[in-house]
């Protein structure tokens, strides 16, 4: 995560006053040690349950909760996740509603993102879900909420998390409000926005469309997909077996189609990588396989969601016990969850197991609005004007600075985004933009049911329940991988996804004046892509195309001639299939399967981009005969990034220099070149044109360089980088110090004073892997080093034929407290890819449980 926006909340008397807490006010490393740790041993009252919880932890933490009823379970749930991440739930639920500043006091660089997140009106939304529910959806809620405040309740900020004490002293003034079921169900928005919203190209393309053209930008901005060459999630086999009717189609490969350009238009979005980590390159690795295919008979499951690396790790793991969960059966289920959330997100429980992986539909639009001159709070539509809703906002600032009013201006497609916001040169609020106003319309912006799609998942029995719990995850679509005790597989993507106008194609900002770029509704739940039971006894979900063309033909033959229902590559960038085709490969190597040759799938380094990329360099002529050498070593290989690995420092500074010398030096400051999926495979496609513009260097205009030429460059420049970094002896470079994973907390860890983010951050630990080998460990080329910026989160592997057998590896452990044992101790073995037990059963359990704690009424 980067120490971007948070830096300056420290900047006056940042060493006064880290002598002033650890000497004057904390005591020094006593305080930061003893206080504040939960209790989690003994007994301890906790008003609002109705009977005794027993919850047990491991030596590693993960508590095992079980109650005799399901009110008392979420209850509790709810107690020990305020317990362990009290902090990282205030800060969430601060950052969602557009309130960041009442934690760290005023600061230009986070104003505008308070402004942005509070225009959204995520918790207005989220008022609405709630109220929709019914009484017994409603409880669970409740029941949680009431667990988070029993603990909260009666300790000063003090007590809760070392964050208060710190903040404090610069000023800052705190008010521990209680939790709220709102709190749990706008999280699920900052996650959507996390997945979906934060990577939207609107802007970014209309601008370069201008900049660039539109053929030259989209081979930048989605080249086109690999389809034939590495395999979709969903195969051609499969459309043809779920819907025989399609066998008479002739699906052709998709069509980039471009849109026309008007006008562009400055990002108005907030940049929330301080807080959520990176969002380029957010993915999952998530696989399962029947029985026929592992040496136990019964079907494996792997899942590991790939997210911007933040301590503490994003994921809680947590297991649930209850003997009746209101019909007579049982309630059980183990795996990960958020935080703030109830129920599990990716686990199992006694029948089934199910992991999730990110998928890319367009979910939102940008509608430029026409505002009525003589009237700031009116816009036309359909040739008449129509009265804007306005929801007024204060600005509060934890350090008592003054606050700032806003006025919301929100049209039935939904609120203006572009207004209001601060000059970062001036302090001046801008106010109502009657320029350029642009309206969002984003799912996110929907009441959703994806809460109570989780509970039910968790209760669900059978591949029929699954299913039926699905269709209530609506925002953000995701893949959710299957397989029971019986032995079934099968993977369902739900959501939300936008029918659109046919000549709508999502890819820019349109005309909001007439209802002719309106949605026309949304994709229906049954013909959404489902899988069951595949021919080929496995499925391998990697965030790559969702489908072959014939799923999207017979989509449109469904929906009819009018609308553009077209959720895949044509419109949308999905990854490029590295590390789908590279699972393929390795569920057909390593079979049959065990939890290790799922543990040797996950920890995989092997870099296709290398291997596709690389051969180019075989040709060249150097002037410089070090350089031939170099390239010659380079080319014998294995394309492998192991920690250790000497030729991963040379190739990867190569793709960091061709980053800049193909694609940044054109695109200026209106995007990134990062070097991801993306880029790797529009460099691919660009290789067989030696004479594409994309070559050309713009710094000299009187020169065209071609492929060669930009080749040889990049490559002298990357070995001087090499040997500046690491000496002359290439036989001595090593990836791992170069490639590292930092783990930031926020604010303190981005505070650029050292001694308080030695307090709360942890690392750097050497990590292998890079971007898009399956140990996907994404770094950026331009932030100009190889740190680590997304991270597999967690990594799951689940055994339906013994769960107890089952593996674990969170990235950093279950507590939020800097003084916890528990807060990194998993850090160095998820580097190493190494796993813990995820043990089940109540035996097992308890055999190792090392701490018990009792709840009492």
């Known amino acids: 995560m980067e120490r971007k926006n948070f830096g300056r909340i420290f900047k006056s008397a940042a060493m006064v006053l880290f002598a002033l807490i650890v000497v004057n006010m904390l005591g020094g490393c006593a305080y930061y040690k003893i206080r504040p740790q939960p209790q989690v041993t003994g007994e301890l009252k906790a008003a609002g349950l109705k009977e005794r919880v027993e919850i047990l932890r491991d030596a590693g933490g993960k508590p095992h909760i079980y109650a005799n009823n399901m009110q008392d379970l979420f209850f509790a749930q709810g107690y020990v996740q305020a317990q362990d991440r009290w902090w990282q739930m205030e800060f969430f639920r601060k950052t969602c509603g557009g309130r960041i500043e009442e934690l760290t006091g ?106 660039l053209g539109a053929k030259m930008a989209e081979q930048w901005l989605v080249p086109a997909w690999p389809l034939g060459l590495k395999p979709t999630t969903l195969l051609d086999e499969d459309i043809k077996a779920m819907y025989p009717a399609s066998l008479a189609l002739s699906p052709t490969p998709p069509e980039r189609i471009t849109a026309e350009i008007t ?85 199992h429980n006694n029948d089934i197991a199910w992991g999730n992986s990110n998928v890319y539909p367009d979910v939102n639009d940008l509608y430029q609005i026409k505002v009525n001159p003589a009237n700031p709070l009116q816009y036309e539509w359909n040739g008449k004007w129509r009265k804007m809703t306005v929801r007024e906002e204060t600005i509060r600032f934890g350090d008592g600075k003054p606050s700032i009013n806003i006025k919301v201006r929100i049209t039935h497609l939904g609120p203006i985004i572009n207004e209001n916001r601060i000059d970062a040169q001036t302090g001046e609020q801008a106010g109502f933009n009657n320029k350029d106003p642009l309206a969002l319309r984003w799912t996110g912006l929907e009441p959703s049911t994806i809460t109570l799609a989780i509970l039910k998942l968790n209760r669900a029995r059978n591949w029929n329940d699954f299913v039926a719990a699905l269709k209530f995850w609506d925002t953000p679509s995701q893949n959710i991988a299957y397989a029971d005790r019986k032995g079934n597989i099968g993977l369902q993507m739900p959501g939300k996804i936008p029918v659109r106008a046919k ?127 170099a390239r010659d070593w380079l080319m014998k290989w294995d394309a492998v990034c192991g920690e250790d690995s000497p030729h991963a420092v040379l190739f990867n500074h190569f793709i960091m220099k061709l980053m800049q010398n193909t694609f940044q030096n054109k695109i200026g400051d209106i995007g990134k070149a990062d070097g991801i999926d993306k880029e790797l495979w529009a460099i691919t496609l660009l290789l067989k044109n030696p004479n594409d513009p994309w070559w050309d260097d713009p710094a000299t205009p009187d020169k065209k360089e071609t492929r060669d030429e930009t080749l040889i460059k990049s490559f002298a420049e990357a070995y001087a980088a090499a040997k500046l970094a690491q000496g002359n002896d290439r036989n001595k470079w090593n990836w791992g110090k170069l490639h590292t994973a930092t783990f930031v907390s926020n604010p303190l860890g981005a505070s650029r004073v050292k001694p308080l983010e030695a307090l709360v951050n942890r690392g750097p630990v050497p990590t292998s892997g890079s971007t898009e080998t399956v140990n996907n460990n994404i770094w950026y080329a331009s932030k100009g080093h190889f740190g680590v910026g997304l991270i597999p989160s967690m990594r799951m592997i689940i055994d339906l034929g013994d769960f107890d057998k089952s593996v674990k590896i969170n990235s950093t452990g279950v507590s939020g407290h800097p003084g916890s044992k528990w807060y990194e101790d998993q850090m160095v073995p998820w580097a190493k890819v190494e796993y813990q037990p995820m043990l089940w059963s109540r035996e097992k359990v308890e055999a190792v449980a090392k701490y018990k704690l009792y709840l009492n009424p």
């Open 263 to 347: 006008q562009t238009y400055d990002n108005p979005a907030a940049d929330l990588s301080h807080i959520m980590g990176q969002t380029e390159g957010i993915g999952t690795n998530s696989w399962v396989a029947t029985g026929s295919m592992t040496k136990q008979g019964k079907p494996l499951l792997a899942n590991d969601p790939h997210l911007g690396i933040q301590q503490p790790s994003i994921w809680y793991e947590v297991a649930l016990h209850c003997p009746d969960d209101g019909t007579g059966r049982p309630f059980d289920v183990s795996g990960f969850s958020f935080a703030p959330s109830p129920g599990v997100v990716a686990g």
């Open 503 to 629: 000549n709508h194609t999502g890819q820019v900002p349109v005309p909001g004046w007439t209802d002719k770029n309106t949605w026309k509704g949304y994709v229906p739940y049954e013909l959404m892509p489902r899988l069951y039971n595949p021919a080929r006894k496995y499925i391998v979900a990697s965030n790559q195309e969702i489908a072959p063309p014939r799923y999207f033909a017979m989509l449109n033959s469904k929906l009819g001639p009018n609308v553009n229902a077209h959720f895949g590559s044509k419109y949308n960038k999905w990854v490029y299939g590295y590390r789908s085709q590279r699972t393929y490969d390795l569920m057909k190597q390593l079979a049959p399967h065990s939890v290790a040759t799922y543990q040797a799938i996950q920890g995989d380094n092997l870099s296709i981009p290398a291997k596709e990329i690389m051969p180019a360099l075989a040709k060249l002529k150097f002037e410089d005969a070090e350089l031939t050498d």
């Open 106 to 211: 005023r600061k230009a660089a986070l104003v505008n993102s308070d402004i942005y997140l509070r225009s959204l009106g995520l918790y207005k939304v989220a008022e609405k879900e709630y109220n929709s529910f019914s009484a017994q959806d409603r409880a669970v809620l409740d029941a949680f909420a009431a667990g988070v405040n029993a603990y909260i309740s009666g300790r000063s900020p003090q007590q809760l998390s070392v964050n208060y004490s710190i903040l404090g002293l610069t000023g800052v003034k705190f008010k521990v409000e209680p939790w709220s079921p709102l709190d749990t169900l706008v999280f699920s928005k900052l996650m959507a926005w996390d997945l979906g919203l934060s990577r939207d190209l609107e802007i970014i393309r209309a601008r370069l469309y201008v900049k």
